[in-house]
């Protein structure tokens, strides 16, 4: 498995690997390129075994100089190996480096394997809410 972070987008080929897997993991639902470019500070780190995109993690700048951890996932044919873990891993080493003192996140009852992974990997719940959707929705931090 491969690893890459990018301070950017990336180029086209894992752009589009990106937003199919986007695509893959979340039901259907599209990535805009205009949902990245929009984002300050964005940080992505992929997974890729060969050329392909099989896991991602997206986050970018949020208020009060906290990092926001926003997307995520990997494909259903590999999970179980490590890949989310060592994608959070790899990110939360970066963004500590990037002098960000915390972490937050947002996670879903429903995406219990995500919700673990993040309490494994030191978040703790610090409110929930009900989304405009009616889906509630369960806010994490980790402070570095």
Do not use: C
Request: net charge positive; glycine share 10%; hydrophobic share 40%.
């Amino acid at each position: 498995m491969e690893y890459r972070y990018y301070q950017e987008i990336p180029e086209n080929n894992v752009l589009i690997g990106i937003m199919e897997l986007h695509k893959h993991v979340f039901e259907g639902a599209e990535l805009g390129l205009e949902k990245l470019t929009e984002k300050k500070n964005l940080l992505i780190f992929v997974a890729l075994k060969g050329n392909r995109v099989v896991g991602f993690k997206i986050g970018y700048e949020y208020a009060n100089n906290t990092f926001y951890s926003w997307l995520g996932g990997v494909h259903a044919d590999f999970r179980g190996k490590g890949i989310a873990s060592e994608l959070m891993r790899r990110q939360h080493e970066k963004v500590e480096s990037l002098g960000y003192p915390k972490v937050r996140t947002i996670s879903r009852n429903k995406r219990r394997e995500m919700l673990l992974l993040n309490i494994k990997f030191g978040f703790n719940v610090i409110e929930t809410f009900t989304s405009k959707k009616g889906t509630h929705k369960i806010v994490l931090e980790k402070e570095f």
